[in-house]
């Protein structure tokens, strides 16, 4: 089975069920659960090692705590940014998260464009 190119980091569960759903490729998303030790991240740093990998987190202070955290740690990351109206990826519409993972060319189910 091959493994995706692609992984998305996201904060919460509701975060990654909501990627899930709009993306029309497959992808590895990984959960923080708002936190993440640096035993955690260096596991990720080690398995992300040759893949496009793309942080999305919430548009709060704790997701740009993270988002700061991970900018350290994994430098080459590519950051999404959703916008700060809807606060959290969770509670942003399907098509704008389908826009923003689009204009990071990732493929989204075109029902959401």
Do not use: W
Request: proline share 4%; aromatic share 6%.
């Amino acid at each position: 089975m091959p493994e995706t190119e692609k992984v998305v980091i996201v904060e919460g569960k509701t975060d990654k069920l909501k990627v899930k759903h709009v993306s029309g490729e497959p992808l590895d998303i990984i959960c923080t659960n708002g936190t993440i030790s640096l035993s955690r991240l260096d596991e990720f740093a080690e398995t992300l090692y040759d893949k496009d990998v793309y942080i999305l987190v919430d548009a709060d202070e704790s997701g740009e705590k993270l988002r700061r955290q991970l900018k350290r740690e994994l430098p080459e990351a590519s950051h999404l940014y959703i916008d700060k109206v809807y606060k959290e990826v969770a509670a942003a519409p399907n098509h704008h998260v389908a826009e923003v993972l689009f204009r990071a060319n990732i493929q989204v189910d075109t029902k959401y464009l």
